[in-house]
């Protein structure tokens, strides 16, 4: 694979960036622990698959080709991210944390799974970011390479990301031994997720 160590570099960059994605497996973490974070992490880096897969084949085109396409993808996705935050400031966040019944973790892998694809701008990012590492002359073909890529980026996000999930449990635990604050972990995740659907709906 050429430029292998400046592809792997690169995703890492991207991947650290602040972003929806990473935002929320934060909040997952802090919210529900260190399980809840990491698997929320490994929802993201699946629903990779589903972005590679449409780069590879040239589907990107057709979204970045019609803008409503892209307005409709980018709405849905947002308008589920602000509902998952609703929710969570509608919990009535009980007197001690570890009363607080947690969401079952395929919930959380679930929803992490959809608030990724439902993210067209990944799309779009494959299609320009992937073919930037393709050699067109290579022995293997362009769709071919373009997913080995994505796989390796998948496999990086979901290194990175499962850190973010690990030390956002780490002081979601630490708050979670302290009653007083337990009752606003459940609004910090809620109002972090409506901030980010509102943020993916208002940028172009």
Request: charged fraction near 10%; include cysteine.
């Amino acid at each position: 694979m050429p430029n292998f160590l400046l592809f792997l570099a690169t995703s890492v960059a991207i991947t650290f960036a602040p972003g929806p994605d990473n935002l929320q497996v934060l909040a997952r973490g802090i919210s529900q622990g260190r399980a809840a974070g990491l698997v929320a992490a490994f929802g993201f880096a699946a629903g990779l698959t589903f972005h590679t897969t449409l780069a590879a084949l040239g589907v990107a085109a057709v979204l970045r080709s019609s803008p409503v396409a892209f307005e409709i993808i980018k709405l849905a996705g947002a308008a589920y991210l602000v509902w998952i935050g609703i929710k969570a400031l509608r919990s009535r966040g009980l007197s001690t944390a570890h009363e607080r019944p947690p969401q079952p973790l395929s919930t959380v892998f679930r929803q992490s799974v959809l608030g990724n694809i439902l993210n067209p701008k990944v799309t779009l990012f494959f299609i320009v970011f992937l073919p930037q590492f393709v050699d067109p002359h290579g022995s293997q073909g362009v769709t071919l390479q373009m997913l080995e890529l994505g796989l390796l980026f998948m496999l990086q996000t979901v290194v990175v990301f499962s850190i973010f999930g690990v030390c956002a449990g780490m002081i979601g635990g630490w708050l979670r031994r302290r009653p007083s604050v337990g009752v606003w972990l459940d609004r910090l995740a809620g109002a972090t997720f409506i901030a980010i659907g509102i943020r993916v709906a208002l940028r172009d």
